[in-house]
C-alpha cells in the first residue's frame, strides 16, 4: 500500500528495529563480541552498542534468530534490500557486512555495506539492495560472497533466513560500533519499470551517468 504513496521510487520499509527499549533479540555474533545495549546516543535515543572485547585483530557481530523482521522467507516477502544506521566513534574500522545463514549448523552468505569507515562519531546509514531469487553468481557478481561450507545456494538461504547479522571488521581491542535503524525494504525497481511508473527521472539520469561513467 505504501507503494504509491510514494515507494516506487525509493524502496519502501518494509519493517525496522529501532532498539528503543532494548537489544530485541540481538547477541553477540562471536564470542569476542561484547553487545549492550543503551537507552541513549542513538539516531534517536535507544541503539545496540558492539564492542570487541579480545586482543586479537577479528571480527564482532550483533545477530538475532528471533527478531521476526529478520527472520523468515525474503523472497516471498518481497525482501529486496537492508539499511541501517552506523556509528564508529573514534575506532578504526576496516568493514562492515551484513551476513545472513539458515542457521547455526550452516555458514551462508554476506555482502560489504561500504568502503569508507571515517570515525567521525556521527550516525551514517548504510543500504544494500539485492534479490532474493539471485542464482550464486549473480549474487557474487553484486558483490556477495558465500562463506566456506557447509553453506546454501544464496537463493535457498533467502527462502529460509534463520539469523542475521550486522558483522564488523576492526582491528583494533575496544572498536565500539553503535547500530540502529536496522531494517529490511523493498527492492528498487529497474530504471524502466520507474521510468513507467512516472517517477524517478533525476534518479534514472544520475544512474546512466553512473553507468556511463
Ligand atoms: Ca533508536
Do not use: K
Request: with cysteine.
Amino acid at each position: 500500500m505504501g507503494l504509491l504513496a510514494g515507494g516506487v521510487c525509493s524502496a519502501a520499509m518494509v519493517g525496522v528495529e529501532t532498539f528503543e527499549t532494548g537489544l530485541s533479540g540481538f547477541q553477540q555474533g562471536s564470542t569476542s563480541t561484547v553487545v549492550a545495549h543503551s537507552a541513549t546516543g542513538g539516531n534517536p535515543d535507544g541503539q545496540m552498542l558492539l564492542r570487541r572485547d579480545l586482543q586479537n585483530p577479528g571480527e564482532m557481530g550483533g545477530r538475532t534468530t528471533t527478531n521476526a523482521i529478520f527472520i523468515g522467507d525474503y523472497a516471498a516477502a518481497g525482501i529486496g534490500g537492508m539499511t541501517v544506521d552506523l556509528n564508529f566513534g573514534t575506532d578504526n574500522v576496516t568493514g562492515a557486512f551484513f551476513r545472513l545463514r539458515s542457521g547455526i549448523s550452516d555458514n551462508g552468505w554476506r555482502a560489504p555495506l561500504t568502503n569508507q569507515f571515517t570515525p567521525t562519531n556521527t550516525w551514517s546509514t548504510y543500504t544494500l539492495f539485492f534479490d532474493p531469487t539471485w542464482t550464486d553468481a549473480e549474487a557474487q557478481l553484486a558483490g556477495w560472497t558465500q562463506e566456506a561450507g557447509p553453506s546454501p545456494s544464496f537463493a535457498t538461504l533467502m527462502a529460509s533466513v534463520g539469523w542475521a547479522e550486522i558483522r564488523i571488521t576492526g582491528l583494533e581491542t575496544s572498536t565500539i560500533v553503535g547500530v540502529d535503524n536496522f531494517g529490511l525494504t523493498s527492492g528498487v525497481p529497474e530504471p524502466s519499470t520507474a521510468l513507467l511508473l512516472g517517477c524517478g527521472l533525476g534518479a534514472l539520469v544520475a544512474w546512466r551517468r553512473r553507468r556511463s561513467g
